[in-house]
């Protein structure tokens, strides 16, 4: 099932590139576009998914699948480090959905999808900390955009290698992207922005 990827991509497009966009960062920042508030909102994604994927791999039954789980939580940890702000203990919508997630077929397709929404945010990161003339957080931040890249490469070839019923990885990976932007969506007109449009 090497064509997931492509097929979220294709199937979401128009909510992807809204999570892709300038409001998406808006929104996880709580309205508060400075460095800090980037950075913490960045630990607190990484903090929750180096939680779940270290759950993942003591619960999954798929060696293949439980090592590569214990990859992702490191490289969460790594990036929580890296971007130098303390969680807040809050966590993404897409964790609580994640977190139900039982199966091999399921976690997989859940985690790739996470990546690829977690990539819309980080390069969202990158291009703030450009604006905001800081090259060194740029840079940063260029590291989780360039991990994140890698894991999506890592996630689809573990989906087509370790899936046994692609309508289960394709069914988890939709509910992810679908959680992410309804976050988003809540989110903006919590604060009485509108969502829908890019920008």
């Known amino acids: 099932m090497s064509e997931l990827l492509d097929t979220l991509r294709d199937d979401h497009e128009t909510p992807l590139s809204r999570l892709g966009s300038s409001k998406a960062l808006y929104a996880v920042t709580g309205g508060e576009m400075d460095g800090d508030a980037v950075r913490a909102a960045a630990a607190a994604e990484a903090a929750a998914a180096a939680d779940l994927f270290d759950w993942w791999a003591d619960d999954e039954p798929n060696d293949e699948a439980a090592a590569l789980f214990s990859d992702l939580a490191d490289t969460a940890r790594e990036h929580a480090e890296t971007v130098g702000a303390e969680s807040d203990g809050s966590k993404p919508n897409v964790y609580d959905v994640l977190a139900e997630f039982e199966t091999t077929d399921g976690r997989l397709g859940g985690a790739l ?3 690829l929404v ?10 703030f900390f450009v604006g905001d003339a800081d090259p060194m957080a740029a840079n940063d931040f260029r590291t989780l955009k360039s991990d994140l890249n890698d894991q999506l490469d890592t996630l689809e070839a573990a989906v087509s290698d370790l899936v046994d019923d692609d309508a289960v990885a394709r069914e988890a990976a939709d509910a992810v992207v679908e959680a992410a932007y309804d976050e988003y969506v809540e989110t903006l007109e919590g604060m009485g922005v509108k969502p829908k449009n890019v920008c």
């Open 113 to 115: 999808a996470r990546a």
């Open 118 to 127: 977690s990539l819309k945010t980080v390069e969202q990161m990158v291009g």
